[in-house]
């Protein structure tokens, strides 16, 4: 019986063309929504899938199939698997790391950027045709170099970031994690270890590289933004579920924050209206990682992952390398 596999989202043709080489590919190119039902019900008849970070592999969706062996995510984030309820039914899930590191750290400093020195906000009035003279205070916004940078989350994409901080612009770094990084590492990127109230306390910007699960939801919510320094910054390029949006919209709204940059919101593709009132708010539609290059190595390592299961019963990125274990079944 030849392999079938289910690619959920349009994605770059030549990548498809890859996994037709060797498979029966369900595309869907054309971008369908595909509403729950239907996803659950073509995934029964598929060896294979190819997803996004917006297509959820829950019990739901995965109840009664027991022919699906492989998901692989085109994201470094799996927060839309459901990781244990695949490792139960023996599915193996992949992600793609590494390939992203440098284009998301790239975005997170541009974000950084712009939301300190007022660029999309500047350039709004501008292009409004507002502009009449030059003054002193205009878009006067808070200093890049030099400052403090404070990271939630230090994994791959979070030391990028910081070895830019440290290395381009000469800021002190402050970060938290799980567990500190060893010392050597430390000092390469000029970083210290701190609870997380002290990093919300001293840093003049904020970054968010942290994974999401339902127990990180709302790490930042209105308690933690009232430790923030006064006209300080938030900039989020991790997942939306991580910031209380309705909190963070008090806070600019009384002018407690200096600014705030997302890239990810709480209910994607919809934003909260009252962000979007926010002047002081830079927003991209969760394009952290989209480089046309970073995008097509992201969308190869995905196919490779599927190719590599069912071609020689390996993986290159797995999760939950126990349900390799089903390869030849
Ligand atoms: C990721 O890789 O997790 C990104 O958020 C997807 O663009």
């Not at 369908?32 to 970070?53: I, N, Y």
């Not at 612009?169 to 590492?185: C, I, K, W």
Request: charged residues 20%; proline residues 4%; contains cysteine.
């Amino acid at each position: 019986m030849s392999i079938t596999v289910a690619v959920a989202r349009p994605i770059f043709p030549e990548v498809l063309e890859r996994l037709r080489q060797h498979f029966t590919v369900v595309d869907n190119q054309e971008g369908k929504p595909w509403e729950a039902q239907a996803w659950a019900a073509s995934l029964r008849h598929c060896d294979g899938v190819l997803t996004t970070m917006a297509d959820t592999l829950n019990a739901q969706v995965l109840a009664g199939n027991t022919r699906l062996k492989v998901a692989a995510n085109m994201a470094v984030g799996y927060n839309n698997f459901n990781l244990a309820e695949l490792t139960a039914l023996g599915v193996l899930a992949t992600n793609t790391p590494d390939v992203l590191t440098q284009t998301t750290a790239d975005m997170g400093f541009a974000l950084l950027m712009a939301c300190a020195r007022r660029i999309t906000e500047s350039e709004q009035y501008l292009r409004a045709g507002l502009w009449r003279a030059w003054r002193y205070d205009f878009f006067a916004g808070a200093e890049v170099h030099g400052s403090t940078l404070g990271i939630l989350g230090m994994g791959r994409i979070g030391q990028a970031v910081a070895r830019r901080a440290h290395h381009g612009f000469d800021m002190q770094v402050l970060y938290n994690n799980r567990s500190p990084l060893p010392a050597e590492t430390e000092r390469a990127l000029g970083a210290s270890f701190v609870s997380r109230h002290e990093l919300l306390e001293r840093s003049d910007h904020v970054m968010l590289v942290l994974p999401y699960s339902p127990e990180m939801h709302h790490t930042i919510g209105q308690a933690e933004i009232a430790r923030m320094k006064p006209g300080s910054h938030l900039i989020n390029i991790a997942r939306g579920g991580l910031v209380d949006e309705d909190a963070l919209a008090d806070a600019l709204e009384r002018g407690h924050l200096g600014g705030a940059a997302l890239d990810v919101f709480e209910n994607e593709p919809s934003v909260n209206p009252r962000l979007l009132a926010q002047q002081r708010m830079v927003m991209t539609p969760h394009t952290a990682s989209s480089s046309l290059k970073t995008r097509l190595a992201m969308a190869n390592l995905a196919a490779d992952n599927l190719i590599d299961y069912f071609l020689k019963g390996s993986a290159k990125t797995p999760l939950n390398a126990a349900a390799l274990k089903r390869v030849g079944e």
